[in-house]
């Protein structure tokens, strides 16, 4: 097999406050291979966006380690809930933004920026400002900011909450598959066990709080074609269903 793009050994960690010693998460560890979409579902609270804090380094395990074999030059990507587009700037500026924050913006990122927008439909925006777009749009235009950095790694921490359920799908199965068709390596927190089986290659399953890694299961639908509606249709999808529910309710008992 490749070698990993991320390796996580034995992590934990507990966040210090005034009021006491918050034990977020134990004894964590998996592997991400290139390529590889991993969705991680648990319990609200359990230490999800804790653990993409640790991967991307902005917090540091207090025990175990974290390695990330990333190649050169090529960064970490990180889509949220909120879609922080700047609401005073176009959709293409907005885009735009990290390779102009970074002093690497060419004719040709800025033609890759467009042809992204073309491709998901917001080439008749590129010129409008975030209010004028729908919620989906902006997650989009969201999504082809990040992708513009040509990031190696993709955290996704619940980027599709915010949306309502109609909108939600259509965006997450386009969002797959922009994410499939450019072989990025990605990681979604979800809520939503529909949503984590019809996109990943493999989902880990937390415990409640301190989060420990209580299963890992490998997803293979017979699919007719990419869709996320073909994903959800696939004979094996309502056992996965199924087991992943029972998974998550035992950790509410
Ligand atoms: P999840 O994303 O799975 O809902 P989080 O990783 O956000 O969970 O949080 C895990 C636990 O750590 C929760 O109990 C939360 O209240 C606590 N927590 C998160 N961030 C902080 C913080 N900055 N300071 C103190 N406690 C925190
Ligand atoms: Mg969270």
């Known amino acids: 097999m490749n070698k990993p793009v991320l390796d996580c050994k034995h992590i934990s960690f507990s966040y210090h406050t005034l009021s006491g010693e918050t034990k977020a998460l134990k004894d964590i560890s998996f592997s991400i291979f290139p390529g590889e979409f991993v969705s991680i579902v648990g319990p ?23 390695s990330l074999h990333l190649e050169d030059k ?16 176009t959709i293409k500026d907005n885009v ?5 924050i970074n002093h690497t913006l060419t004719k040709e990122k800025e033609n890759y920026a467009l042809s992204l927008l073309e491709e998901y439909g917001l080439f008749q925006f590129v010129n409008k400002k975030p209010s004028e777009l729908s919620g989906g749009m902006r997650q989009r235009a969201a999504l082809i900011r990040t992708m513009v950095m ?36 990605a990681i979604l927190i ?30 293979k639908l017979s699919k007719t074609d990419e869709t996320a ?9 309502n056992d996965y269903f199924n087991l992943l529910w029972k998974e998550i309710s035992d950790e509410y008992e």
């Open 44 to 66: 609200s609270g359990c230490g999800k966006s804790t653990l993409l804090s640790l991967i991307s380094g902005l917090e540091k395990p207090q025990s175990g380690e974290i």
């Open 74 to 89: 090529k960064s970490i990507g990180y889509m949220l809930q909120q879609d922080h587009l700047f609401e005073w700037r």
């Open 190 to 219: 979800t809520h939503d066990l529909a949503e984590a089986i019809s996109l990943s290659d493999r989902i880990i399953v937390l415990s409640k709080r301190p989060g420990e890694v209580k299963k890992e299961i490998k997803i």
């Open 96 to 100: 735009l933004l990290g390779p102009e």
């Open 150 to 185: 040509s990031p190696s790694l993709l955290l996704l921490d619940e980027p599709f909450s915010a949306l309502d359920f109609q909108t939600r799908l259509s965006v997450s199965s386009d969002i797959g598959a922009i994410i499939k068709k450019s072989n990025i390596t």
């Open 229 to 237: 509606l073909s994903a959800r249709s696939a004979p094996e999808f």
